[in-house]
């Protein structure tokens, strides 16, 4: 008879994401640890011949299947599938959260079982999902913490579990927003993205200010003085004064707000026993290196200046990194020459090679390349704009709801609401004589944002009064620099994930990847565009160890790949280059403590 006693995963896509692109990730992890996949899972995020089914029967001859103690059950969340990660951050978020009670709720009705640990895993923009959703659950004392033990948790909910936060793992996330590099094609991307992928957009491009933070307390601004502090001098004169003036007089954006003390986000992160970021150190095309790993510099930008040292088993992943003096080049011109022009080196646009189809169709595609590529932009810019709008309307069903059951609206406008959206918070968009108007809109937005803050404040306030004075004391640096403490288990030389020998299931020490030289010692090319003072602000924050000491960064090196983000989760299982993240998905797996 399987444990009563329930470690619940859950599993959260990207933008304009599904399940399928983390099915991978989702199986390798319940065949490792002899999970089962909740039913709640949708059957078509799997590739036959894998399915719900065929892992449960995995489960049922794993070495943990006889354990008394717990059992795992994974969840890939598809609330959020497609155009719905327009929505915005925080409405992921909350149709997250409601999917998550709803799987507890369903862990102890029908499978008689009790949740007593949650992890939270996210992929890109499923990084700060989850990020939201965990302060979400925080506020409505969810949690094992301190709320319940002091008689403050919420007894309204339909079940009785009351979890430990046990890990939170966020792979390719950009914790720091979409990071501009300076060129044209970056200040028009920002133009577009902001504008065309409907409320998540302008929160990734950190273009939104609802946020306004509570009234502070005098200890609340002694810290929020010191919390523009960062680890350089030239970081603390960019992030003084002026800088919070500009906070007091408008809001922040939602994502400096998940990670500024001051609200309920940052209070739910501590609570976790691990936090895991794993970040592409290069090749990352959509989320890169500094914005993955909230990082001030890359010091990847210039690979001759560093020394490597990988991972025996699984060598995608980085042991440690240090500077190192470039070697003289000794290369003659005509070695220079064909370097430079030999197809390995040429831009993914003149190289067919490099195009994601077998041969002959790669050349098929690069002949047509001319006259695909114009009708193909045009395309992907007429679904943004559409599916934007769709979006944008679908929001202001949520925010009508919202208000409803909250008594902002009166209830003549539940018929209104009911009519056009299900249980999910997916619908369409409302007619225009029944539009809210801005103002409207504004008032509501800033009700739901303060009764967020007041649900913790006093958690909040004691959380900064805490760490206050360490925080001055200590200059936040890069986390990955950690050394793990090694108490998980003793590590095991095979990377086999498919075998059931139960001498060969073990956890991993969760070692994070180890700087190993001093900041100032790595090479930073001038070039590197510098990031804002907002985002400053958030790696100062999230690098800081006296809010957040369980953070451990791991480093994923791929080499020869057009763009690593998709590599890092194997989203396409059927394509070549997608598979060289297999290994890093299978340290992952590793490393994750049952």
């Given at each position: 008879m399987p444990a009563s006693t329930v470690h619940l995963v859950i599993i959260h896509h990207g933008l304009w994401g599904s399940p399928s692109n983390t099915s991978y990730l989702a199986s390798t992890l319940a065949k490792y640890h002899g999970a089962t996949i909740s039913p709640s899972t949708p059957t078509s995020s799997f590739t036959p011949p894998e399915s719900i089914a065929t892992l449960s029967a995995h489960a049922e001859t794993h070495p943990n299947a006889q354990r008394q103690d717990i059992r795992m059950v994974v969840l890939n969340s598809g609330v959020n599938a497609g155009d719905h990660t327009y929505d915005g951050i925080d409405w992921c978020g909350e149709r997250l959260v409601k999917e998550i009670y709803s799987e507890v709720e369903r862990i102890e009705t029908e499978d008689k079982g009790v949740v007593a640990k949650l992890s939270l895993i996210g992929y890109s923009l499923g990084g700060l999902v989850i990020r939201y959703a965990a302060g979400l659950m925080y506020a409505d004392g969810f949690f094992t913490t301190m709320q319940r033990e002091e008689g403050k948790a919420d007894n309204k909910m339909p079940f009785k579990s009351r979890p430990k936060p046990q890990s939170l793992s966020t792979i390719a996330t950009p914790h720091l927003g979409i990071s501009s590099t300076g060129s044209t094609f970056s200040k028009v991307a920002k133009y577009v993205g902001s504008r065309s992928l409907g409320r998540s957009g302008r929160q990734l491009y950190l273009a939104d200010?609802?946020?306004?933070?509570?009234?502070?307390?005098?200890?609340?601004?002694?810290?929020?003085?010191?919390?523009?502090?960062?680890?350089?001098?030239?970081?603390?004169?960019?992030?003084?004064s002026p800088s919070q003036a500009k906070q007091a007089n408008q809001g922040l954006c939602l994502i400096e707000a998940l990670s500024d003390p001051r609200f309920t986000f940052l209070c739910a992160l501590r609570q976790f026993s691990r936090i895991d970021i794993y970040a592409n150190a290069?090749?990352?095309?959509?989320?890169?290196?500094?914005?993955?790993?909230?990082?001030?510099?890359?010091?990847?930008?210039?690979?001759?200046?560093?020394?490597?040292?990988?991972?025996?088993d699984h060598p995608a992943l980085l042991l440690s990194y240090a500077a190192k003096s470039p070697e003289p080049n000794r290369k003659t011109i005509f070695k220079k020459f064909s370097?430079?022009?030999?197809?390995?080196?040429?831009?993914?646009?003149?190289?067919?090679?490099?195009?994601?189809?077998?041969?002959?169709?790669?050349?098929?595609?690069?002949?047509?390349?001319?006259?695909l590529l114009p009708v193909m932009l045009g395309l992907v810019l007429h679904k943004l704009r559409s599916d934007s709008k769709v979006s944008n309307g679908r929001v202001e069903v949520l925010e009508r709801l919202w208000a409803v059951e909250n008594g902002h609206l009166p209830d003549q406008d539940v018929t209104k609401t009911n009519g056009i959206v299900n249980g999910n918070g997916k619908g369409k968009p409302v007619s225009k004589a029944n539009r809210l108007d801005k103002a409207t809109r504004g008032d509501l937005e800033s009700?739901?944002?303060?009764?967020?803050?007041?649900?913790?404040?006093?958690?909040?306030?004691?959380?900064?009064?805490?760490?206050?004075?360490?925080?001055?004391?200590?200059?936040?640096?890069?986390?990955?620099?950690?050394?793990?403490?090694?108490?998980?288990?003793?590590?095991?030389?095979?990377?086999?994930?498919?075998?059931?020998?139960?001498?060969?299931?073990?956890?991993?020490?969760?070692?994070?990847?180890?700087?190993?030289?001093?900041?100032?010692?790595?090479?930073?090319?001038?070039?590197?565009?510098?990031?804002?003072?907002?985002?400053?602000?958030?790696?100062?924050?999230?690098?800081?160890?006296?809010?957040?000491?369980?953070?451990?960064?791991?480093?994923?090196?791929?080499?020869?790949?057009?763009?690593?983000?998709?590599?890092?989760?194997?989203?396409?299982?059927?394509?070549?280059?997608?598979?060289?993240?297999?290994?890093?998905?299978?340290?992952?797996?590793?490393?994750?403590?049952?």
């Open positions: 200010s609802e946020w306004v933070p509570p009234k502070a307390t005098n200890a609340e601004a002694s810290f929020t003085s010191s919390s523009a502090l960062s680890s350089t001098v030239e970081q603390q004169d960019r992030a003084s290069v090749a990352d095309l959509t989320v890169p290196y500094r914005t993955a790993a909230f990082e001030p510099d890359d010091p990847f930008a210039t690979p001759s200046h560093l020394s490597l040292n990988r991972d025996p370097q430079t022009f030999s197809p390995k080196n040429l831009p993914w646009i003149l190289n067919p090679q490099r195009f994601p189809f077998k041969f002959p169709l790669n050349y098929v595609a690069w002949v047509c390349l001319p006259v009700k739901r944002i303060s009764g967020l803050l007041a649900s913790v404040e006093a958690e909040v306030e004691e959380t900064i009064r805490e760490v206050g004075e360490d925080y001055v004391a200590e200059q936040p640096t890069s986390s990955s620099s950690n050394v793990s403490d090694g108490t998980n288990s003793t590590s095991s030389n095979s990377s086999d994930l498919n075998t059931d020998d139960s001498s060969r299931y073990v956890i991993k020490p969760n070692t994070p990847t180890l700087v190993s030289s001093p900041p100032n010692a790595y090479h930073i090319p001038p070039s590197q565009h510098p990031l804002t003072l907002t985002q400053l602000r958030i790696a100062s924050n999230l690098n800081n160890h006296s809010l957040l000491p369980q953070v451990k960064k791991h480093l994923a090196h791929f080499q020869d790949v057009l763009n690593a983000h998709a590599v890092i989760i194997v989203r396409t299982t059927s394509m070549e280059s997608h598979r060289k993240g297999i290994p890093l998905i299978k340290a992952f797996v590793q490393r994750f403590d049952l």
